[in-house]
């Protein structure tokens, strides 16, 4: 009988075997024997299957943000449901098995006897994984305990240690990312990681953990100087640029709608090697999948097409109010077509003309377009590249750390902001920023009307990326988790009227049980019946407002995840984070 290999034992100590990366490694018993970690071949081989921890899924995290909503069960941190303690084992993200497989990885590199140069190369990938792995645990949990060697079955000090302050995980997570950095190639890949990615996760990373300490009484510069310091390094290299064909008003949403990604602006992507599913598409384009719609906030922060700001175009709050969806898509930046379906849209592998979206497909009137492929991905899935990282964001988030540190010069807004911007054809920004009465009154702990405008700008280039949920979170503005997210105009409940300004009627919104008949219905408009979950604003007209329940308001407790009772059980010395149990009382 073959003995049971140390990488089954810490799936059993862990009770994480649910990542089920087993049936992904050789089908040779590589635990029991150094000689497959002796050959860069074994090496490779063995290290591959960190790929498989990207989490491509991230990208959908905006659903979970004041940038969507939807009509029926919005999610606990979105809209403040009722909160039950996860309690399985390895269960709400307390797992670590993925913490194992690196660290027995870097156990057996050390022991071969392949070259220096080789171990170095892959010590420097693994350290990465295990950099990205801790720092989605600290995000979720704060402190966490740190591993850094495999765990064996009488390792009774280990296993039941208590949780290391967030402080000295970090520290480890930059150290090991500065490893990377220093020692993965400086080589342009689309889905493989290098040097410049590691530079990139490293200016994504300490902009958070900056912010999240700034933001609650610490001081957060060395981790904003450091990620203003990583993304300079990318910045300097002169090897990114922002992918364009000179077409401002495609480029943007073409950009992610391509099968393989350009490696001009892409610094990480995720590769699907055969057709796959993944819900994206779906998930704005399949009334089953959750209906979710932009928000009315998201929308009116994009500028107008001459660089103005929506707000200042439109002063006046009522104007604002009684908007009509076409009007409010009229002459704004070019972004925002490439968002949301606007009058002319039409559909990837389509040639049919869209002017106002579907409304059985979203519930605030803006439908999402925004990495949204052909009708065939609904159901049939594809194998387009998911991108994780690329050069815009690294240059948002250096021009953020430059203005949290308050060292914002006309220099970076030029080497950055400017740059975005400039692709879809807007105007540069010039400093000092001014901030409009919308921005002062959504972030509450700051009142730097730099940072406030370098945020707005962020949320309009990275809408519907996954960014908007972390960056509530870093920022410590809860709050905007419960606001009463809003849709498009209604003039009046139970009257057709023309939606986007081309002199025809095309859409309708009855009350509950208002709705005609099929024979009495007009033709060309879609009618849609309000149910118990949304209504209108000012009860008979006004803003759709997609979700009408009550909410709870924020607590700054949710911003951590509770760990599993079970884990708590076993480890005693594990403590939950503060609030959960004593919400549960």
């Known amino acids: 009988m073959k003995k049971i290999i140390p990488i089954i034992i810490g799936c059993a100590l862990f009770a994480a075997c649910s990542d089920n990366y087993l049936d992904r490694l050789p089908e040779t018993s590589i635990g029991e024997s150094q000689e497959f970690f002796n050959s860069e071949s074994g090496l490779q081989t063995y290290s591959n299957v960190f790929y498989s921890y990207v989490d491509w899924g991230s990208v959908t995290n905006d659903q979970s943000s004041d940038n969507c909503e939807h009509a029926t069960s919005p999610a606990s941190i979105h809209r403040g449901d009722i909160w039950t303690l996860p309690t399985a084992q390895g269960s709400n993200g307390w797992s670590w098995t993925q913490l194992r497989t690196i660290n027995y990885f870097l156990e057996k590199l050390e022991a071969s006897t392949v070259s220096e140069s080789v171990k170095t190369q892959y010590r420097a990938l693994a350290r990465f994984f295990r950099a990205i792995f801790y720092f989605n645990k600290v995000k979720a949990f704060g402190d966490v305990p740190w591993y850094d060697q495999v765990i064996g079955s009488q390792d009774e000090a280990l296993l039941n240690k208590a949780r290391d302050p967030r402080e000295t995980v970090m520290a480890n997570v930059i150290a090991d990312l500065n490893y990377a950095c220093d020692n993965l190639p400086a080589v342009k890949y689309r889905n493989k990681i290098s040097k410049y990615t590691a530079l990139a996760w490293k200016s994504r990373i300490c902009l958070f953990e900056g912010t999240w300490q700034k933001y609650r009484g610490g001081n957060g510069n060395t981790y904003l100087q450091e990620a203003a310091n990583a993304a300079q390094q990318i910045m300097s290299a002169g090897v990114y640029k922002l992918y364009s064909t000179g077409h401002p008003k495609t480029d943007f949403r073409n950009m992610f709608l391509a099968r393989s990604v350009s490696t001009d602006e892409v610094i990480q992507a995720y590769s699907w090697q055969t057709a796959a599913y993944h819900a994206y598409t779906a998930f704005f384009t399949v009334a089953s999948r959750g209906q979710f719609g932009a928000t009315r906030s998201l929308v009116n922060d994009f500028d107008m097409a001459d660089g103005t700001s929506f707000y200042d175009a439109y002063p006046d709050a009522e104007t604002r109010d009684k908007m009509l969806f ?260």
């Open 326 to 585: 076409g009007q409010e898509c009229a002459n704004r930046d070019p972004r925002l077509a490439q968002c949301i379906v606007t009058p002319g849209y039409i559909r990837a592998g389509s040639t049919a003309v869209s002017h106002t979206g579907d409304f059985s497909q979203n519930r605030t009137g803006y439908q999402i377009c925004k990495r949204v492929g052909p009708a065939t991905e609904e159901d049939q899935g594809d194998n387009r590249d998911q991108i994780i990282i690329r050069y815009a964001e690294v240059l948002l988030n250096y021009a953020e750390a430059k203005a949290e540190l308050g060292t914002l010069t006309q220099g970076d807004v030029d080497a950055t902001i400017n740059v975005i911007r400039a692709r879809v054809g807007l105007p540069g920004r010039t400093l000092p920023f001014v901030a409009s009465e919308a921005q002062k009154k959504m972030y509450t702990r700051t009142t730097d009307e730099n940072i406030m405008e370098v945020r707005r700008e962020r949320r309009v280039e990275l809408a519907f990326e996954g960014f908007r949920y972390d960056d509530i979170r870093r920022w410590n503005e809860g709050h905007l988790f419960r606001e009463k997210y809003e849709g498009i105009y209604v003039p009046a409940l139970g009257q057709p009227f023309d939606m986007d300004g081309d002199g025809a009627n095309d859409l309708c919104i009855t009350a509950n049980g208002q709705l005609p008949a099929a024979a009495d219905r007009q033709a060309g408009v879609f009618y849609f019946e309000l149910q118990a979950s949304n209504g209108l604003s000012n009860g008979n007209s006004g803003r759709f407002i997609p979700y009408t329940a009550a909410v709870t308001a924020w607590r700054d407790w949710e911003y951590l995840s509770a760990i599993p009772t079970e884990e708590i059980t076993l480890n005693p010395a594990l403590t939950q984070n503060p609030g959960w149990s004593e919400m549960l009382k």
